[in-house]
């Protein structure tokens, strides 16, 4: 007997995943900031890590998550929980806990841990009310803590992944228009429990000249940064707006902006066509799925991805209220950069048994 393995890895996939990270960390190098070499060094490390457990989540069999998916879900809730109870607050914002080495920011674990749980519900139930139900209550603990931290852009990620989720399952449109109607009648609910100035944020969404010096200046230096690249851009380090930090979190939230300036509009379309590739990679793994559960978690991440950049980058060009959501492999930061890598790792496995081993 031969025994033939699986098909190859899809190298585009990781190749993608792997230039994304580059591309930030070159562009991180590049932006006038207070400890720029820790910060260099600290995302060289993390991305080493995410690289090693990609590995590591390629060679296990992914449907082991199936199994053990609850029990993280349920993890993930008592870390959520206890953010609030002992996290670390910056920026106004109380999302991380501080390990030493680095600050882990739960949320960004939870999002891949609620597709992994989606996709094991959405796997073992029908399309019925009763499992709709279940899926949105699964999906409301972590996005009401995430909401308390405050972290709105991200729990808006979840949700919106959550929807997109059951929106594949196949439920009966009436189910999306229930859902439709209950969520506009809680906006104002909703408006009404926003903190002072993520009101203004919205405010100044809508009109951002009202308050050039506060709630709408970050979306103002954003655009004057994405507006001053041009076509070919100003330079790696020459970029006025990141050089003499008018931008603000120029390497989390404002990357993009920062990547504008520096290798202007071609840079940006490089960019972006990373991103697109990582995306129909990662379809492409939902395609070839041999399972139901591997289908559901390729395309939750997939919704992720695109999710978390079109806000990124919508917020950078001024077409989003500015929330903090960084672009996924290229922002710095530890627990984004790790969890998306690790996710690339599960997607891998997906791709790596998409065919039965066959004996002859």
Known sequence: MILRLPKPIDWPLYLAALALQI???????????????????????????????????????????????????????????????????????????????????????????????????????????????????????????????????????????????????????????AGAVIILALLPIFFSGLRPYQRERLVSFFNPAADPLGSGYNTKQSLIAVGSGGLMGRGLGQGSQSQLQFLPVAHIDFIFAGVAEATGFLGSLLLIGLIAVLLLRIVNVARVAQDEFGYYFAFGAAFLFFFSASINIGVNLGLLPATGIPLPLVSYGGTQTITSLATIGILQSIYLRHKKIRFS
Do not use: C, H
């Not at 053990?68 to 920026?91: C, M, P, R, W």
């Not at 030493?100 to 989606?118: C, D, N, R, W």
């Open 23 to 177: 591309f930030g960390i070159i562009v991180i190098s590049s932006l006038g900031l207070a400890g720029r070499g820790q910060l260099i060094t600290n995302q060289i490390i993390f991305a080493a890590i995410g690289v090693v457990l990609a590995g590591l989540l390629t060679a296990l069999d992914y449907r082991t998550f199936k199994v053990i998916a609850n029990y993280l879900y349920f993890a993930v809730i008592g870390l959520l929980v206890l953010v609030l109870l002992l996290g670390t607050k910056v920026f106004g914002a109380t999302r991380w806990i501080d390990l030493g080495i680095f600050q882990f920011q739960p949320s960004e674990l939870a999002k891949p841990i609620l597709v992994m749980t989606l996709s094991k519900l959405l796997t073992e139930r029908t399309a019925e009310i009763k499992t709709a139900v279940i899926a949105i209550l699964v999906t409301a603990v972590p996005f009401v803590l995430t909401v308390t931290q405050p972290d709105l852009g991200t729990a808006l990620i979840m949700l919106l992944t959550a929807l997109a989720m059951l929106a594949l399952k196949g439920f009966p449109r009436r189910f999306a228009l």
